[in-house]
C-alpha cells in the first residue's frame, strides 16, 4: 500500500495556551495540507486543530478528516515527527560537562 501522508514538515513555537507547533504534510502526493496546529492535551498527549477562517455567521472550517480512520492516521504521522523533531531540542541546551 501506498504511504498516504509524506512531507511532514513541522514548526515548534514557543509554548503558549497549549499551542507548542504547526505542520503541514502531503497528502496522496496530490494535495498540500498546511496550518494545522499542535496542542497538548491537560492529561498528556497531543492534539491536532486545524485551520478555520472567520466569517460573519462564525468561523467555518477551511479542512479537516472526514472519518475517525483518516483523523487517527494523520495525527500518529504528525505527533510521530513532532515528537522526533523536538527530541532534537531537548538536549540542544544542555552544557556539556
Do not use: W
Not at 10 to 17: E, G
Not at 31 to 43: A, C, D, E, F, M
Not at 57 to 65: Q, S, T
Amino acid at each position: 500500500m501506498q504511504k498516504r501522508i509524506s512531507e511532514i514538515q513541522i514548526v515548534p513555537v514557543n509554548p503558549k495556551d497549549g499551542l507548542v507547533g504547526f505542520a503541514s504534510f502531503v497528502f496522496d502526493n496530490c494535495l498540500h495540507l498546511g496550518s494545522i496546529g499542535i496542542y497538548t492535551r491537560p492529561q498528556g498527549g497531543y492534539r491536532l486543530t486545524y485551520p478555520t477562517r472567520k466569517a460573519i455567521n462564525g468561523n467555518f472550517n477551511i479542512f479537516y478528516p472526514i472519518n475517525r480512520a483518516i483523523a487517527e492516521e494523520i495525527e500518529q504521522a504528525i505527533i510521530f515527527k513532532f515528537e522526533e523533531v523536538t527530541k532534537m531540542y531537548v538536549g540542544h541546551n544542555k552544557t556539556i560537562a
